[in-house]
């Protein structure tokens, strides 16, 4: 289960995590909120420990009935939050492979490059 790999990440050294049922505009702040999706045109610049960051777990891979194609992006506009993406093309010369993202490894870049000073350059590189 998801539990099983997130209760891993409960480290002092982590940022924390919350899964809830509830939705994230009703236990966050909405300007304090930065939702993740590969669609969004804004790149993510830094990550600051007094944001939430949402991580959109549909994977768009595949086109699924009743799945918007953008639905990270567009369950950020429906609830007016700003989007950004992880700045993957700028750093990473994609060659051959997967650019889908599990979970686990977005809530490692972010980690990562919050630990590294906001540098994504060693992050991606790492």
């Given amino acids: 289960s998801i539990f099983r790999h997130l209760g891993s990440l409960e480290n002092p050294r982590n940022l924390g995590v919350i899964v809830s049922d509830q939705n994230y505009t009703d236990l966050f702040e909405k300007d304090k909120i930065v939702y993740l999706s590969p669609d969004s045109d804004e790149v993510l610049e830094k990550v600051e420990p007094d944001m939430t960051y949402v991580i959109g777990a549909i994977v768009d891979r595949v086109p699924e009935r009743n799945i918007p194609a ?4 567009e369950a950020s506009q429906a609830d007016q939050i700003k989007a950004y993406r992880l700045p993957l093309d ?3 010369d994609w060659k051959s ?4 993202l599990t979970l686990l490894t977005v809530m490692k870049i972010l980690q990562m490059n919050y630990e590294n000073d906001n540098n994504w350059k060693k992050t991606l590189e790492t």
């Fill in 70 to 73: 953008y639905a990270s992006l």
């Fill in 97 to 100: 492979g997967t650019r889908f």
């Fill in 90 to 92: 700028e750093y990473i």
